[in-house]
Nanobody, 115 residues
Framework: QVQLVESGGGLVQAGGSLRLSCAASGSIFGINAMGWYRQAPGKQRELVATIGLGGRTNAADSVKGRFTISRDNAKNTMYLQMNSLKPEDTGVYYC?????????WGQGTQVTVSS
């Protein structure tokens, strides 16, 4: 079992920055890939960025050049640095971890970008 807790969301003006954190606990040594997803009101959940155990990253085209995903395996924590935020980045951001063939999710953290 893996437990994930997100933090760092909030309200920010367009052009601003936020840093999200995802703290993992439980069977953390079995975690492979981790990622961030988001869900805007009335829309489906979508991939934002992923990071493998070795640090290889992937990001959605809509956030490339603005968002950076990273992880500190020693602290069992994953981060999402979000710069140059846009109103369309508004949504609930979820942390995800793959472990033993199962995907685990955090409870989500709200990010609101005002224009």
């Amino acid at each position: 079992q893996v437990q994930l807790v997100e933090s760092g969301g909030g309200l920010v003006q367009a052009g601003g920055s936020l840093r999200l954190s995802c703290a993992a606990s439980g069977s953390i040594f079995g975690i492979n890939a981790m990622g961030w997803y988001r869900q805007a009101p009335g829309k489906q959940r979508e991939l934002v960025a992923t990071i493998g155990l070795g640090g290889r990253t992937n990001a959605a085209d809509s956030v490339k050049g603005r968002f950076t995903i990273s992880r500190d395996n020693a602290k069992n924590t994953m981060y999402l640095q979000m710069n140059s935020l846009k109103p369309e980045d508004t949504g609930v951001y979820y942390c995800n971890a793959a472990y033993a063939g199962t995907f685990y999710w955090g409870q989500g953290t709200q990010v609101t970008v005002s224009s």
